[in-house]
């Protein structure tokens, strides 16, 4: 597999920065073979920022520029997610950022249940290893880890704490890229982020 960052621009190399914590677990997962996504991608998609970390993010799965450059978020959902880092005066550095399927499915199809489950464990072992505060979900198969049945227009925003570790879930970036006006949804959501993180929501 040729190597992402020979056609990445150079203002997302440091994004390629694995996180010591995790590297054992991203090289396992260069090499995953457990669903159906392995035959058909281009490169793994991991996940990227620091860890440990007080904040995580978790999307849905990588689409086709995602795929092409083995990081999360690149395209024009993370170029929205961007622009929400920066009105709570994060960036892309100092979170960590992952989805629930480290592969693309083909033409951005949703992620199958059986390949949610074979990347689960994945996901487990990040957890565990960035140790966040506060977890902001990204879209429904986000959301469904935490909040199983539960409709994103009815509970996003509302963050719960499960056992210390509180789980914001959030529009994905993509929904708000296709209905304006789920941008200032999402900035409202946002904004609650800096108090879950200090333990002073409502303040
Ligand atoms: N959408 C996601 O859910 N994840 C990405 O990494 C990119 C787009």
Redesign the pocket.
């Known amino acids: 597999m040729a190597d992402p960052r020979a056609g990445a621009p150079a203002a997302l190399l440091p994004l390629y920065e694995v996180p010591a914590p995790l590297t054992g677990l991203y090289a396992e997962i260069a090499d995953c073979p457990r669903c159906i996504l392995a035959r058909t991608r281009t490169h793994t998609?991991p996940g990227s920022g620091t860890a440990p970390c007080d904040l995580m993010f978790v999307?849905?799965?990588?689409?086709q520029r995602?795929d092409e450059l083995g990081l999360?978020?690149v395209?024009r959902?993370?170029q929205f997610l961007d622009e929400l880092l920066a009105s709570i005066g994060r960036s892309r550095l100092d979170v960590y950022v992952t989805?629930v399927v480290k592969c693309r499915p083909p033409a951005n199809r949703d992620p199958l249940p059986d390949e949610i489950v074979a990347c689960s464990e994945y996901l487990d072992r990040q957890i565990a290893e960035v140790r966040p505060t506060v977890v902001a979900t990204?879209?429904r198969f986000s959301m469904a880890r935490w909040f199983p049945g539960a409709r994103i227009s009815q509970i996003h925003g509302q963050a719960q704490t499960f056992d210390g570790l509180t789980v914001i879930p959030m529009y994905?970036p993509?929904a708000a890229l296709r209905n304006g006006s789920l941008r200032a949804v999402m900035k409202q959501d946002f904004a609650q982020i800096p108090a879950l993180l200090t333990g002073t929501p409502g303040a």
């Open positions: 998609v999307g849905e799965g990588p689409g995602e999360p978020f395209g959902s993370g989805n990204l879209g994905h993509a």
